[in-house]
């Protein structure tokens, strides 16, 4: 039977029948794609972004090398644009903005090819129609106006199995085209924002940085000021201290006994 539909048909219907096994062919493809891609995977996507968010880049980045997909290959990127200090925010952005071109261009693949299944069969298959028709009425005319209504109704339903072939094959062509090209931009999406998280995080960092570090020279400025007035104020009561003793050897040059220990002490009084 279907055998026998595609050569009433005529040649539009051997050809619908082709691209029909290409879409059939691109929509299995893309199936295992998805799946075998990891482009669909999101479980990951909050861990990494817990370290990215604690300044853990490299926590994260060994968590994204064990992780597949899209989305885990532009979160790599961006962690090591943020890590690379001698990126300008431009080159990071160029950077990114290449790499997520690149992986929506492998999931692309083919889309081209199923959208051009999806707008073609039903115009092929009204080409199939028309020529049909033409063919039916070039007969007739060649009966001298006789009509067979069995030849006439026989010559249409041949022509307008190309219509009904064509729209087979569209329907199903195109609803596969806008779902899986819907998955595409939830993939390019969540690769975006992803991407703007992590660089606006790495903002966030830096200017912690800044500020870890003005605390850090502050604590070092008091701690420096503490051992400066520590130093000087040993320095007073040693200033002090040498006051008071010579002060005490004062006192004792100056009492009557101590005048006479000395007198004593000296080598001509021992004479």
């Known amino acids: 039977m279907g ?29 295992v794609q998805f799946n075998s891609s990891g ?8 861990p990494v972004m817990q370290h990215v968010k604690q300044g853990e880049y490299t926590d994260a980045e060994q968590m994204l090398e064990k992780t597949t997909g899209p989305v885990a290959r532009i979160m790599r990127t961006a962690i090591r ?10 080159s990071r952005e160029s950077e990114i903005a290449r790499i997520g071109a690149a992986e929506i261009q492998v999931l692309e ?23 049909g028709m033409i063919t ?28 009904v072939g064509g729209l087979v094959v569209a329907i199903p062509a195109i609803t596969a ?10 993939v390019r999406v969540r690769m975006r924002d992803v991407a703007i998280q992590i660089l606006a995080l790495e903002d966030v960092f830096i200017r912690n940085e800044k ?4 605390r850090e020279l502050i604590n070092q400025r008091d701690f420096l000021k503490q051992e400066h007035e520590a130093i000087a104020k040993l320095r007073d009561e040693q200033e002090k ?16 006994q101590s005048s006479n220990t000395l007198k004593l002490l000296s080598p001509s009084y021992r004479s």
Request: net charge negative; with cysteine.
């Open 39 to 46: 482009a669909n995977k999101t479980g990951f996507i909050e």
């Open 81 to 90: 644009c943020v890590l690379n200090r001698d990126m300008s925010i431009k």
């Open 211 to 214: 500020e870890q570090e003005r």
């Open 177 to 186: 085209y806008y779902v899986i090209d819907g998955q595409i931009e939830k």
């Open 241 to 256: 201290l040498k006051q008071e003793q010579e002060h005490l050897l004062d006192q004792v040059r100056t009492t009557p």
């Open 109 to 131: 693949t083919h889309m081209r090819g199923l959208e051009l299944v999806a707008n073609t069969s039903p115009l092929l298959g009204l080409l199939g129609t028309v020529t």
């Open 3 to 31: 055998l026998d539909i595609l050569v009433k048909g005529g040649p539009i219907m051997f050809v619908l029948a082709l691209i029909s096994i290409y879409a059939l062919a691109v929509i299995f493809y893309k199936i």
């Open 136 to 163: 039916v009425f070039a007969k007739l005319s060649e009966g001298n106006g006789r009509v067979d209504p069995a030849i006439l109704a026989g010559g249409i339903w041949e022509a307008l199995i190309t219509t």
